[in-house]
């Protein structure tokens, strides 16, 4: 049982390894956009929690009420408490939105084209789409969204479709669920060979092997290599896919001339020099002259 666990514990290790990525990349910074968004969102999430306040404070009798304004200074200040951060509340909006109004966030939702239910159909072509190695693009995504517009709202719909930020400020409003970035060029045949039954197979082997000869860590390695094509043929697209997945990969032919680089790295948490593949009929000592890794 003890070394069934220990097996185990390797092999979720070996396979936590070669689904991550090598390097820890810090984050890029926010967009003017997104930062908007987001403190739109958090100003909103606070108002609510006024109105909740300020219907408690409507049970309360007339003279031990908290005013809108009080009430709005209250909230805001224990969100200083919190988080340090400073939101003022209007309690011209509190008394909007205790009166049955909605919020900004709610009324440009109602305003924009889609429909809630239509914009969960949009995500979903997103993520199959990025899934099936056919990652949609900002033009795509606009022909996608026009096509569906224009089926419900026909002539009132604008014949030149949505403007031409509208995929970008959809991706922003929808962050926790899609995002954009870089594709990255996948070779058809593999692309093909990548699917989700195949993965299943290989993984089991692979832990049924690791048992059957009870191999260590230090004796497990994972290789990878990729093709980096010098001439232009690997370009890369903005496109959108699900917001836990890494950059989508898009496929494309597989007979360009390209470098090949093999990384290996080790269960044990070492790791060898990588290696690198030139195609050409002698060695160029040019080659090496810029090798910090170390490659062979």
Not at 72 to 98: N, V
Not at 100 to 107: C, I, K
Request: positive net charge.
């Amino acid at each position: 049982m003890h070394n069934y666990t220990c097996q185990k514990a390797n092999f979720d290790f070996l396979f936590s390894v070669l689904h991550s990525s090598p390097l820890a990349m810090p984050g890029r910074p926010k967009s003017a956009l997104a930062k908007a968004v987001d403190r739109r969102k958090l100003h909103d999430s606070l108002m609510l929690r006024a109105v909740e306040l300020h219907k408690a404070e409507q049970k309360k009798p007339q003279k031990e009420r908290l005013g809108l304004r009080k009430i709005c200074d209250t909230i805001s200040q224990e969100h200083y408490r919190d988080t340090g951060d400073i939101i003022k509340l209007s309690h011209m909006t509190l008394s909007r939105l205790a009166a049955g109004g909605t919020t900004q966030a709610r009324a440009n939702a109602e305003r924009g084209w889609l429909l809630d239910s239509e914009v969960d159909v949009v995500i979903e072509v997103i993520t199959d789409l990025a899934e099936r190695g056919f990652p949609i693009t900002h033009k795509r995504l606009k022909e996608v969204v026009d096509t569906i517009c224009f089926a419900r709202l026909g002539d009132k719909f604008p014949a030149e479709g949505v403007g031409i930020n509208w995929t970008y400020r959809f991706a922003v409003k929808n962050k926790d669920r899609i995002k954009i970035s870089r594709s990255r060029p996948l070779e058809d045949k593999r692309g093909r060979a990548a699917n989700p039954y195949n993965n299943e197979a290989w993984y089991k082997l692979l832990e049924e092997t690791l048992k059957k000869y009870n191999i260590k860590p230090e004796n497990m390695y994972g290789s990878d290599e990729v093709g980096v094509q010098l001439r232009g043929q690997g370009e890369r697209h903005y496109v959108f896919g699900p917001r836990t997945k890494a950059a989508p990969r898009e496929l494309t032919g597989g007979t360009r001339e390209n470098v090949t680089v093999i990384c290996t790295i080790c269960a044990d948490g070492t790791s060898v020099p990588p290696g690198i593949i030139f195609k050409g009929q002698a060695y160029n000592i040019k080659w090496a002259g810029n090798n910090p890794l170390d490659a062979s």
